[in-house]
C-alpha cells in the first residue's frame, strides 16, 4: 500500500495544453521546420495541433519571452529574425556565461563528472561526423539529434558548476544559440571540437578552461553572420567591422586577465 502512494507521489503532474503546444511549436522551430521570418498564423497552428487558440496563444506568448518568435500588430506572430546584435550578443553573453561555469566547474567537479563530460563531448563530434555524411531527410534528423546533444553537453557543464542562477542564464542563451546553427547548413563544426574543449576543462586550470570556452564559442561567428545574411535589413559593410569588433573585445579580455 505504501508502495502505491509512493509511485502514485512520484508520478509527473499532467501536462497542460499550453505545455504541450509550446513543446511542439518549439520543436518545429528548433528542427528549422518553421523558418526564420515565417509566419506562424495561431488558428492554423490550432488546427494542426488539435487544440483550441487558447493553448497556442499561451505557447507562442511564452515563445516570445524567450525570444524564439516575435508579434506585431496586425502583421501577427512570426519566427524571429535576429538582428545584428542579437547574433553579437548571444555570443559575447555566451563566452561570458560559460566560461565562468568552466571555471567553477574545473575548481569544484568530481572525476566522474569529468570522465562524463568527456564523454558527452565524444558524443556531441560523433553524432555530427554521421551527419555530415548524411543526406535528405536522414541529415536534417542527425543533425538535430547533434543539436540536442550539443545543448546537453554545453547545459550540463553549466548544471555541474554548481550555481542554478548561472545554468539557467546558459540554457536561455543556448536556444537562441541553437536557433543561429539552424541556418548554418553545411558549415558543421571541424572534427573534434568538442573533444578539444572537454580536454581543457576536464583539467585543473581555471584560466586554460576560460580560454578554451572563449575560443569555442567565437568559432563561427563570421560564417553565422554571412549564411543570415539575406534574412538579415542591415548594411553588408558592416559585417567585417562586427567581426572584427568582436574579436578586439575577446582578445583585450583574454589578454587583461591573469596568465595561465
Known amino acids: 500500500m505504501r508502495s502505491a502512494s509512493r509511485n502514485r507521489k512520484a508520478k509527473a503532474p499532467p501536462q497542460s495544453l499550453a505545455e504541450m503546444a509550446y513543446e511542439k511549436i518549439r520543436t518545429r522551430i528548433l528542427r528549422g521546420e518553421f523558418g526564420l521570418g515565417e509566419s506562424l498564423p495561431r488558428r492554423q497552428l490550432a ?12 505557447a507562442l506568448q511564452r515563445l516570445e519571452a524567450e525570444g524564439l518568435v516575435e508579434s506585431e500588430p496586425r502583421v501577427g ?18 563566452a561570458a556565461l560559460e566560461s565562468q561555469a568552466a571555471r567553477l566547474f574545473v575548481m569544484t567537479a568530481t572525476n566522474a563528472r569529468r570522465e562524463e563530460i568527456r564523454r558527452l563531448a565524444s558524443e556531441v563530434d560523433e553524432q555530427w561526423r554521421l551527419a555530415a555524411f548524411a543526406t535528405g531527410q536522414e541529415r536534417r ?51 573534434g571540437f568538442h573533444d578539444r574543449l572537454a580536454e ?60 595561465s
Open 47 to 58: 488546427l494542426e495541433l488539435g487544440l483550441s487558440i487558447q493553448p497556442v496563444t499561451e
Open 77 to 94: 506572430t512570426r519566427v524571429r529574425i535576429p538582428s545584428i546584435e542579437d547574433i553579437r550578443g548571444t555570443v559575447v553573453l555566451r
Open 141 to 191: 534528423d542527425l543533425t538535430y539529434r547533434a543539436q540536442e546533444l550539443h545543448h546537453q553537453f554545453h547545459l550540463r557543464l553549466a548544471e555541474y558548476a554548481g550555481c542554478d542562477a548561472l545554468r539557467k542564464a546558459i540554457e536561455l542563451n543556448l536556444t537562441s544559440v541553437w536557433i543561429h546553427h539552424l541556418f548554418l547548413g553545411d558549415l558543421l563544426p571541424p572534427p
Open 200 to 259: 581543457a576543462v576536464v583539467g585543473q586550470d581555471p584560466m586554460a578552461a576560460d580560454e578554451a570556452v572563449r575560443e569555442h564559442v567565437q568559432h563561427g561567428l563570421d560564417r553565422t553572420m554571412e549564411r543570415l545574411s539575406p534574412y538579415l535589413k542591415w548594411d553588408q559593410s558592416r559585417l567585417p567591422q562586427l567581426s572584427a569588433r568582436s574579436r578586439g573585445i575577446e582578445s583585450s579580455e583574454r589578454g587583461s586577465g591573469p596568465k
